[in-house]
């Protein structure tokens, strides 16, 4: 049969003068990839659960060039479509000495589905909004990031749209297990990256820009591991062990697949195996049981790291897991699991002039929410069942704060990273064997329905501007009785409230302070982070009810 090209291409890394591209195909087929001004690639299809895969390494590319691509499947051109309305996608790389030139990133998290797909009304998607201003010149480098990245709930697994809950309904009634309107199996999941991934202007973007991406919880559903209380709890339920399986293949296969580098690709053991046999379906459902093992302060070996790392120019990208490794004993709750923690510590030494941390949940929240989830934490330490886990459950207090020793720990280092000097991580160790500490700390988060950029203060001898730059929602709203609430947990009235809750309950004052910058605001929005040289900026914008692109706010990160 001839195959068709159902998802893609999506433009994921581009190392050097090699590039990856990912699709999904409607058969078995031979992906190839050309680029006009030199370099190729090609790779046979996988199949898993009736579906097929690809992804590409393309090698060769010109450096420092923004070049078309064009996509065959087995002998048939598929890409640019003939009728196409928008400019050709565009491979472009960095000049092969790249130290001083301008690295730019794009990010935000909770985008859900088109409008005419979720059968509700939202503000503009501002992704589309980038889009389409992209489309005015692609190859511009003043328009072009290098780098899109996105942090958590890319789908809703939990949360869908009208036409998906029709084929939901269809699939109960046929005798397919699973709630209502919630997707369970691998090929549900597949609907959803059908109607988010196919939108026209989100589709020719995903091909022209490369992009990397995180989840967060409704990749798999609400309030994932936010307990141990709350995964005894989903652990009970029927249909838990096919959904935690899917869920997690999926994400593999759509999402974490595109985030290794070339090289990491070849190296990759789950690929290796995954195309190596006519038929991975029971290979990939066994790891996606896999690798929801649970971790524990006793047992914190995990078989698969989703956290993964990356340097664009200065600029070094560490993306962290907030979700599928965290540890969640009472009393010993942590973010990572030790192993991935210590691997998160490498990898923010080095040599670099600007450290990017993406995490999907904020590290530093509004300050009145903070404390409210360090005292939860030491509440629910002391039962496990009590009000506090319910209260922590019923009110998705689980963020940094709410995991108290992983709060601390990515604070210190910040502050170790931040002071440089001897004993310090050592960045940019140059003649003589001075230690400079980086030009800029920057956190990049989502999940919590409305953007703000936050200013740590970590003490006088910290030298590295530090910052919280949280986006969100991309396409999403927050209910309007919330935004007053959200408003009011900024105010130094309820911050100080909140911390005399949290010391009632023997809570340590944070190990840091922070002053919000801009925000918050609460409409559809993405952020841009340009670095350029020991300087950097950060530009939230959000979306007219015209879909354009509007400046909400523009902060200098650096003195």
């Known amino acids: 049969m001839t195959a068709h090209l159902l998802i893609g291409p999506v433009l994921r890394r581009v190392v050097g003068d090699k590039a990856t591209i990912w699709v999904e195909t409607t058969e078995p087929a031979r992906v190839r990839v050309e680029a006009a001004g030199g370099g190729a690639g090609s790779a046979q299809t996988f199949s898993v659960y009736g579906h097929h895969y690809a992804i590409v390494v393309v090698e060769g590319l010109p450096r420092g060039k923004a070049t078309e691509y064009e996509l065959w499947l087995d002998d048939r051109h598929v890409w640019p479509q003939s009728e196409s309305p928008y400019p050709p996608s565009v491979i472009a790389t960095r000049p092969a000495d790249d130290a001083g030139h301008p690295v730019s990133m794009i990010f935000g998290s909770c985008r859900e589905a088109t409008p005419h797909a979720t059968g509700r009304k939202l503000p503009p998607d501002a992704l589309d909004a980038y889009a389409r201003r992209l489309m005015a010149d692609p190859r511009d480098p003043d328009l072009r990031p290098d780098l899109i990245v996105l942090l958590g709930d890319q789908i809703y697994a939990d949360k ?305 501007p530090v910052h919280q730059l949280t986006c969100s929602p991309i396409h999403n709203q927050v209910p309007a009785p919330l935004k007053p609430l959200m408003r009011l947990s900024w105010s130094r009235a309820a911050a100080k409230m909140m911390r005399g809750l949290a010391r009632s309950a023997g809570v340590a004052r944070p190990p840091v302070t922070w002053k919000r910058l801009a925000g918050p605001y609460f409409g559809n929005a993405v952020s841009t982070l340009r670095h350029s040289a020991g300087r950097a900026e950060v530009l939230l914008e959000g979306t007219t009810k015209d879909g354009e692109l509007f400046p909400v706010a523009k902060v200098p990160l650096t003195d």
């Open 160 to 464: 869908t749209s009208t036409k998906v809950r029709r084929f939901l309904r269809r699939r109960r009634a046929a005798g397919h297990h699973g709630p209502r309107d919630e997707v369970v199996t691998f090929d549900e999941y597949t609907k959803l990256y059908l109607e988010s991934w196919r939108d026209p202007e989100v589709r020719w973007l995903l091909a022209t820009v490369p992009s990397v991406m995180i989840f967060d919880d409704h990749e798999i559903i609400d309030d994932w591991n936010t307990s141990a209380s709350w995964r005894a709890d989903m652990s009970a339920r029927p249909w838990w062990a096919e959904r935690i399986a899917s869920g997690l293949a999926s994400y593999w296969v759509y999402q974490h697949l595109g985030n290794l580098s070339p090289d990491e690709l070849t190296a990759d053991p789950l690929l290796a195996k995954i195309t190596s046999v006519p038929d991975a379906t029971d290979l990939l459902h066994d790891f996606g049981l896999s690798v929801d093992s649970p971790s524990s302060a006793e047992n914190t070996d995990r078989p698969y790291q989703w956290s993964f790392a990356l340097d664009i120019g200065r600029t070094r990208l560490v993306m962290l897991d907030n979700r599928c490794n965290r540890v969640l004993t009472p009393g010993a709750r942590e973010m990572l699991p030790a192993p991935e923690w210590s691997w998160f510590v490498d990898q923010a030494h080095g040599d670099y002039d600007h450290l990017v941390v993406g995490s999907s949940l904020p590290w530093l929240m509004p300050p009145a929410i903070h404390h409210v989830e360090a005292w939860n934490e030491k509440a629910a330490d002391a039962s496990a069942t009590g009000l506090a886990e319910k209260i922590r459950r019923a009110f998705d207090l689980e963020h940094w704060a709410a995991f108290r020793r992983s709060f601390e720990a990515l604070t210190e280092l910040f502050r170790r990273i931040g002071e440089g000097g001897e004993g310090a991580p050592s960045h940019r160790v140059g003649a003589g064997g001075a230690y400079a500490a980086p030009a800029t700390i920057s956190v990049l988060s989502g999940d919590v329905h409305h953007s703000y950029v936050a200013r740590a203060d970590l003490g006088r001898a910290v030298r590295t």
